[in-house]
């Protein structure tokens, strides 16, 4: 039930395309859905994220579309750049504390843009 | 602004040693995590710290790891007697007491 569903594995996009990147999960008290980029060799770096009382967060080119009923949520990268090239990773949170959550992590999608 | 700061960076180690791996949170985060990411696999959470409290182990093997946040210096995890199953990179995270937990750049741990 803390599981995350990360796909696909691996996509590749021509340069100005969009990318597409779908996650699903189960435990309905997650209550905070981050998505990190990570290139090699390097942390992740928090991207963009979102709260399950908001649809869409939009954040330049990267969107995150949240589906609560469905318990879905996606990233849609817009005019992808070859330095978009990375690992892209969701994650949602669950409380620990007041202050604090965990992150329970997608398996990650290897994106390629080309040009 | 030193971003979060893990060292070392790589670490060799033969199977039956002991691994430290440090990290220094941001200035002014009291939150401590750490997360373990296997090859071509998502970080899994291991342990959430507070200064001298250890608040979540609920990721942490049972034996042979162990974590610490002192109140004076860095975060330490502690892996005794290591084996080849235990290389990973291990990252920290650190956050204040609201908003974004920020991960350092990881140490890398081989086992020969």
């Known amino acids: 039930q803390q599981q995350v569903k990360q796909s696909p594995q691996s996509l590749i996009v021509q340069k100005g395309g969009i990318s597409i990147i779908n996650c699903a999960y189960e435990?309905?008290?997650?209550?905070?859905f981050p998505w990190y980029q990570q290139f090699p060799g390097k942390g992740p770096a928090l991207l963009i994220a979102?709260?399950?009382?908001?649809s869409e967060k939009k954040e330049g080119r990267f969107t995150i579309s949240f589906n609560k009923s469905a318990k879905q949520f996606s990233l849609h990268i817009m005019d992808s750049q070859p330095g978009d090239s990375a690992t892209y990773f969701c994650?949602?949170?669950?409380?620990?504390?007041?202050?604090?959550?965990?992150?329970?992590f997608g398996t990650g999608t290897r994106l390629q843009v080309t040009l | 602004n030193a971003g979060v700061m893990q060292n070392p960076r790589h670490l060799v180690r033969r199977r039956g040693q002991e691994a430290r791996l440090r990290c220094s949170p941001m200035k002014g985060h009291s939150h401590v995590y750490w997360y373990r990411q296997l090859p071509e696999e998502g970080l899994k959470f291991m342990v959430y710290l507070q200064k001298e409290n250890i608040i979540d182990e609920s990721g942490m093997p049972k034996e042979r790891f162990s974590a610490e946040f002192p109140k004076e210096g860095p975060s330490i995890l502690r892996i005794q007697q290591v084996v080849r199953g235990d290389s990973a990179a291990y990252f920290c995270?650190?956050?204040?007491?609201?908003?974004?937990?920020?991960f350092g750049q990881g140490t890398r741990l081989t086992v020969v």
């Open positions: 979102i709260r399950p009382d908001v």
């Open positions: 995270a650190s956050s204040r007491d609201t908003g974004e937990a920020f």
């Open positions: 435990n309905t008290a997650f209550d905070y």
């Open positions: 994650a949602a949170a669950i409380r620990i504390t007041g202050t604090a959550s965990k992150l329970t």
